[in-house]
C-alpha cells in the first residue's frame, strides 16, 4: 500500500547495508536483516549481529505489520516539519520483534493508542525511493 501523507519525506541516503532494505521499501516490501546464525531479527540495517556478533547476515521477507508501542503527538514542529503539525512520532514493534522508529500516518493522532495493530504504507521519496511509515488496522 502506497500513502501519502504530506509529511516531508526525502528518500534516504543508502549504502551497502542498508540498500536491501530501501530497494525494498520502494518496492512496496519490507525485508528486514536476520542472523543466519542466531536467527536475531536485526533493526537497524547493518551486516553483522549485535546480539551473537556474526556476520553471516542475510534479509528475508517481513509481514510490515506491529503494534505501537509508544508514541508522541508532535504540536509544534521543526523546520521543513513546522507546516505538518500535529502528527505522530511512535515506536512500532514489529511482529517479527525488532522496534522502528517512524510516523503513523492516514489517521486522526488522536486514535493512536499504544498496543495498536498497525501496517506499514510506503511513501514514495523525492527520487524513486520510498519511506516506511505506518497506520492503524
Not at 83 to 111: C, F, K
Not at 121 to 129: A, F, K, L
Amino acid at each position: 500500500m502506497t500513502e501519502n501523507s504530506g509529511l516531508p519525506t526525502p528518500t534516504p541516503a543508502t549504502m551497502l547495508e542498508t540498500e536491501p532494505f530501501w530497494e525494498a521499501a520502494a518496492e512496496g516490501r519490507m525485508v528486514l536483516p536476520r542472523c543466519n546464525d542466531c536467527e536475531h531479527v536485526i533493526w537497524y540495517p547493518r551486516l553483522f549481529c549485535p546480539e551473537c556478533g556474526s556476520t553471516d547476515v542475510s534479509y528475508v521477507d517481513a509481514s510490515g505489520t506491529g503494534t505501537v508501542y509508544s508514541f508522541t503527538v508532535v504540536e509544534k514542529g521543526q523546520g521543513r516539519w513546522r507546516d505538518h503539525s500535529p502528527y505522530v512520532l511512535a515506536y512500532v514493534e514489529l511482529d517479527e520483534g525488532p522496534r522502528m522508529m517512524t510516523n503513523i500516518v492516514g489517521v486522526d493522532p488522536d486514535a493512536v493508542t499504544v498496543g495498536a495493530p498497525v501496517q506499514a504504507v510506503y511513501e514514495p521519496g523525492n527520487d524513486g525511493g520510498a519511506v516506511i511509515r505506518f497506520t492503524l488496522r
